[in-house]
């Protein structure tokens, strides 16, 4: 069943688009993150909130993976995004038994995923049982037995699912795929599968390791950075004080991307006088309007324009690098005006980027979305790199590739083994360190994990946090895949849609947030997690827990691992539950980079993970060197009478979380389904700024053409390019199909999707 928006929560009568706003910060952004607080925490937990959030006694922002600066830390270390985050986990509003037993499932299904998560932190575990009405509280031991029966009764481990977003914390990652792999299978897709698994993929390939290579010293240092396919103001908007940073250090910033996005237009820090009273910094120094699918071709541009100019690094790209000569005979052909045909840049703009490039000594490449999700967004990145590699960029100061992730922790439960493709090396460590026999065939990532659903080949779906079904693409295959498991569980902090749509039998573990205390029976606990450029650190928890009954990750992993692998296994779960330094122990033995763990992690910052190209010019690639790579151009045509649709985010949600109904930066309020589209197209379509309209993708599969229907959008005009569109997720997920991935990552393509716009009762 679809979720029908009830009027008392969304009235579309009341979206209202207005000028959107031209920065991203300012004496507004942090009256609009109190005004949230005050309400939902009341003063005296906001203050002492928002004291702790980013500090170094303190706790990490659940949002983005920015990194924290070292050494002296403001008295508001956070942005607005990161403190409607906090507001959200730790408003003292419940969902416990009460609420279930007045909302029955049928109600709940009727809801929409915003009103679900404004209902408050969940604070009982509770089942729904095949036929019931409602979900009904169960104990933790029966919730546990319930689960091990289950799998206990799989044919086969394989036929389990198990999910993790990138919130969790790097004990709690270690020790679930640590669960995972005794109950014998790789089954472990996570939310980089539908985000950076490209630039996983690519940079490992290119440079050897899938991790960005500079610091955020090397930011505030750099002469140019390039952003491509990213919008800072609303997804990290930490970064725009360190591009503010840069700029007063000299840099020089080009933003690619189809919207001009008001964070990188000009940028007002509230915690400044100029960003006070005065006009702010305007970050960008060029502006490239990038059609949707684009950036490759610009890329390749550049690099022809670069090889022409001669102002390459011989010496690095001898020494260095493998794959020179076929990567210059390939690029040298490339043709301007096909470059242009698709990106929609001309070779004077090019030119003038080139320039720049030659220039500079110490050049980064930012990316994010707007790269990774699309069918050729590994080979895009290469082409990115390339760039890098021609003029030496590469493990040098204020240089280097930057792929900005999004979820606070989703690099660190990588690093810790949440992949379904953990090498040898990692598997022979797990079986040495504790004795086990740990499977090695490849798993399932999430989109052959919702394929073995559909199937029926998978039976039992675990999300340890996160909201699958508003993040997956396809949502109703997805939900129907779901519908057929004999088991679903969410371990959550607060209700969603992935709680209503569930198995023939569903449970909810409830989970201590990023802001709670957590003590167990070895004392007060702290966690760590990796940020975007590889830092490691504590957060503390502080806050009291929303109810008494609410478990720890940790703990609720180690108390499932012993009742489904029983009192005989070798991990000790007994003791990692109690203390949370024998997991870090265990790490270290484990995880190269790791060594003397507890006791680095207590240093002031943490400490750096070890990165071989960014720290010694070392490639642990297939040829021991920085690769090249002779990438076909592709780029994402427009058929006639069509347009191709980016999905992305409001500034009022992070990923699946929709804290409210507006974009002041877009100049929206009042509702979330608009669809942005040009001028020119609007006049084209017959259509005008208002007209309200239904979203069908359109897509090829085997011949057959598959349609797809988002119903009811606001057309707004707005500049973007001229055959390109975008409109916010989850509402427009349901127009992705599930086969329509990145080559070589198995990325679903989100920023590629061919629809046409259909009147409302047209």
């Known amino acids: 069943m679809r979720p029908k928006a009830r009027p008392e929560e969304i009235d579309e009568s009341d979206l209202v688009v207005t000028h959107p706003e031209d920065h991203a910060a300012g004496v507004k952004a942090v009256l609009v993150s109190m005004g949230r607080a005050l309400p939902q925490m009341g003063a005296i ?43 959200d986990e730790a408003t003292t509003a419940k969902a416990g038994p009460e609420f279930f037993a007045r909302h029955s499932l049928a109600d709940l299904e009727d809801h929409t995923n915003y009103w679900l998560g404004q209902q408050g ?36 481990p394989d036929e389990a699912v198990f999910y993790t977003s990138g919130r969790t914390s790097n004990e709690a990652a270690f020790c679930y795929q640590l669960l995972v ?94 960003g006070v009273v005065g006009k702010g910094t305007k970050l960008a120094d060029h502006f490239l309007r990038v059609r949707l699918g684009g950036d490759q071709a610009v890329f390749q541009g550049l690099g022809k324009l670069l090889l022409e100019s001669g102002q390459i690094d011989r010496d690095f790209i001898e020494r260095h690098t493998h794959g020179f000569a076929e990567y210059e005979r390939h690029i040298r052909a ?119 659903m559909r199937d029926g080949k998978a039976k039992v779906f675990m999300g340890m946090g996160g909201n699958f079904v508003q993040a997956a693409p396809d949502t109703e295959l997805l939900e129907a895949a779901l519908r057929g498991c004999a088991l679903t569980v969410q371990v959550s902090t607060k209700l969603n849609r992935s709680h209503v ?37 504590l957060s503390r928890g502080n806050l009291k827990p929303a109810s008494d009954e609410l478990r720890s990750e940790v703990a609720i992993v180690c108390e499932l691992a012993q009742a489904l692998l029983g009192p005989g296994h070798p991990v000790p779960w007994e003791a990692f539950r109690e203390d949370y330094d024998r997991i870090r122990d265990a790490i270290s033995r484990v995880v190269p ?39 076909p151009l592709e780029w994402t045509p427009v058929p006639h009478g069509r347009l ?38 609007v006049a084209e379509f017959g259509l005008s700024d208002g007209t309200h309209v239904d979203i069908v993708s359109e897509w090829d599969s085997d011949g057959t053409r598959e349609e797809r229907v988002a119903p009811n959008f606001r057309v707004v005009a707005y500049d973007t390019p001229k055959g390109n569109a975008a409109a916010y997720y989850p509402e427009t997920n349901p127009l992705m199909p599930l086969d329509h991935v990145a080559k070589g990552s198995n990325t679903p393509v989100a920023k590629a999707i061919t629809v046409r716009l259909r009147p409302v009762g047209g």
């Open 644 to 681: 191709v649709l980016q999905t992305l985010r409001s500034h009022d949600q992070f990923n699946t979380t929709i804290y409210g109904l507006s974009d002041r930066y877009r100049g929206v309020s009042g509702g979330r389904r608009v669809v942005f589209v040009s001028p020119e197209d």
């Open 181 to 274: 792999r005794s109950f014998g299978t790789n089954n472990l897709p996570d939310c980089s599968n539908m985000c950076h698994e490209s630039s996983g993929t690519a940079l490992s390939a290119s440079i050897g390791i899938g991790k960005g290579s500079v610091s955020l010293d090397d930011v505030h240092h750099a002469d140019l950075i390039l952003i491509a396919g990213q919008n800072p103001g609303t997804n990290h908007p930490r970064m725009l004080t360190a591009l503010d940073k840069a700029k007063a250090n000299g840099a020089r910033i080009v933003a690619m991307n189809p919207l001009p996005e008001a964070g990188l237009i000009r940028f007002k820090d509230p915690q400044t006088v100029h």
């Open 334 to 452: 490339t043709d301007l005006a096909v470059v242009e045909e698709a990106s929609g840049i001309g070779e004077a703009q090019l030119r003038e980027i080139a320039e720049l490039l030659a220039s500079s000594q110490r050049t980064i490449i930012c990316w994010a979305m707007g790269l990774t999700q699309h069918v050729h967004g590994v080979a895009t990145i290469q082409d990115a790199t390339s760039l890098l590699l021609l003029r030496g960029m590469i493990g040098k100061p204020g240089a280097g590739v930057c792929p900005v992730r999004g979820h606070s922790n989703v690099q660190g439960d990588r690093t810790m083994g949440v992949w379904e493709q953990m090498p040898e090396s990692f598997l022979a460590a797990l079986d040495q360190e504790f004795g086990l026999s740990c499977p090695r065939e490849h798993g399932a990532d999430v989109v052959e994990s919702i394929r073995l």
């Open 501 to 537: 749509v569930r198995g023939r039998t569903a449970l909810i573990l409830p989970t201590l947030g990023r802001t709670d205390k957590d003590v167990q029976a070895g004392g007060k606990q702290v966690v760590s997690v990796e940020d975007s450029m590889s830092m490691v650190h």
């Open 121 to 156: 932190r969940l604070t009982h575990p509770m089942v729904a049982r095949p036929g019931a009405t409602h979900y009904e509280p169960i104990s933790w031991s029966e919730a546990y037995r319930l689960v091990a029966d289950e799998l206990g009764a799989l044919a086969s």
């Open 45 to 87: 937990r906001t203050a002492e909130t928002f004291a702790r959030l980013n500090q170094d006694h303190g706790f990490d922002c659940p949002s983005c993976a920015w990194p924290d600066p070292q050494g002296h830390r403001r008295l508001a270390e956070f942005c607005e995004n990161g403190a409607k985050a906090v507001t």
């Open 593 to 631: 980079g790791f060594e003397d763990f507890n006791e680095r992690v207590r240093e002031k910052d943490g400490f750096p993970l070890p990165h071989p190209p960014r720290d010694a010019r070392e490639f642990h690639t297939t040829t021991g060197k920085a690769n090249f790579f002779a990438n």
